[in-house]
């Protein structure tokens, strides 16, 4: 076996372990033949299709078409599209710094979406204080019912 063709070996591996890995961590489930040419995305959960990147260097070359390819296959399937990106340390495989690019659109109205649920949660914390106080005054001493 040439040193070509163990290298190469070695990256398919990182890259399936990445897959593994990542559809773990989201949720989702790897999609059987990612990678190949019918140029599906590495995993699907209910919301999203993901494609994963890797890199060993301390930068990646981003290209358009890799988001336009995995926007419109996400499209596709009535999904979100997520870029998982991750930079490995040469020094500790184990620890990689991990981002996620997605559509602005998709991110806003995530943000949006928390905005909403975080005015939800003020409100009912307002009601079970309520609950609350008023379970005090009926319990209080002096106050038979």
Known sequence: MTEDTADRRRVKRASQKQERDGAERHGARPTPGSGSKDAKNDATSRE???EFKQTGSISYSLKLDDLVHASQYAAREGK???L?????NARDHSKPWRYVIE????????V?????????NAYLR?????YEDAE???NAPGNET
């Not at 998982?84 to 490995?88: A, T, V, Y």
């Not at 307002?126 to 309520?130: N, S």
């Open 126 to 130: 307002g009601l079970v204080g309520k």
């Open 112 to 120: 949006n979406c928390m905005a909403g649920l975080d005015k939800e």
């Open 103 to 110: 559509e602005e659109s998709d991110y806003l109205e995530l």
């Open 48 to 50: 999203v299709s993901i």
């Open 80 to 82: 979100r599209m997520i």
């Open 136 to 138: 005090r005054e009926r």
């Open 84 to 88: 998982g990106l991750e930079f490995r």
